[in-house]
T-cell receptor
Framework: DTGVSQNPRHKITKRGQNVTFRCDPI?????LYWYRQTLGQGPEFLTY????????KSRLLSDRFSAERPKGSFSTLEIQRTEQGDSAMYLC?????????????FGEGSRLTVL | GQQVMQIPQYQHVQEGEDFTTYCNSS?????IQWYKQRPGGHPVFLIQ?????EVKKQKRLTFQFGEAKKNSSLHITATQTTDVGTYFC???????????FGKGTSLLVTP
């Protein structure tokens, strides 16, 4: 399978614990996005990478959230001191391009449940 | 928060009826994309519109981008049960990189 891969698919954690999600984008895709989606809502933008550079981060994003894409390939999203409100599906998407907005290819997502 | 608005939130039609979902933004969009998400699945790209007044068709689906690049619509002719899912519009606001999604319109088609 050469699509976007996300791990783990499911994560249950207790409030206050840290969690990390990993995203492996489609090979050679230089753009990578993280989104969060809750039931009945559209994907909410979290952050955007172009190669290894984090070029945009949602102003609504708590400083407990951090993302990296160290070599411009895979990316990690870490949530520190999780809260129940962090429970959601975390989606990663990748695309290719230098201008405009290309087609986003989404992974299956990582579902987080905070108890 | 959501800066791209979609209506209606839900639509229930009989198979064979037409369906339309509307997308609006208070800010001019650089482009508009449409995605479909099946229950339990992830969003899948349908189309991108870039030019003012652009109209594109994919079989029974017709997509329009408004003249002012602030609104868009997706029209499905003669719905089928395979059209079930949530349809999202997503647009870039100004020079930002973020693709902002609407809340989506959930379509239910009964045979």
């Amino acid at each position: 399978d050469t699509g976007v891969s996300q791990n783990p698919r499911h994560k249950i954690t207790k409030r206050g614990q840290n969690v990390t999600f990993r995203c492996d984008p489609i090979s050679e895709h230089n753009r990578l996005y993280w989104y969060r989606q809750t039931l009945g809502q559209g994907p909410e933008f979290l952050t955007y990478f172009q190669n290894e550079a984090q070029l945009e981060k949602s102003r609504l994003l708590s400083d407990r959230f951090s993302a990296e894409r160290p070599k411009g390939s895979f990316s990690t999203l870490e949530i520190q001191r999780t809260e129940q409100g962090d429970s959601a599906m975390y989606l990663c998407a990748s695309s290719f391009g230098s201008t405009g907005t290309g087609e986003l290819f989404f992974g299956e997502g990582s579902r987080l449940t905070v108890l | 928060g959501q800066q791209v608005m979609q209506i209606p939130q839900y639509q229930h039609v009989q198979e064979g009826e037409d369906f339309t979902t509307y997308c609006n933004s208070s800010t001019t969009l650089s482009n508009i994309q449409w995605y479909k998400q099946r229950p339990g699945g992830h969003p899948v790209f349908l189309i991108q519109l870039v030019k003012s007044g652009e109209v594109k068709k994919q079989k029974r689906l017709t997509f329009q981008f408004g003249e002012a690049k602030k609104n868009s619509s997706l029209h499905i002719t003669a719905t089928q049960t395979t059209d079930v899912g949530t349809y999202f519009c997503a647009g870039r606001l100004g020079s930002g990189y973020a693709l902002n999604f609407g809340k989506g319109t959930s379509l239910l088609v009964t045979p």
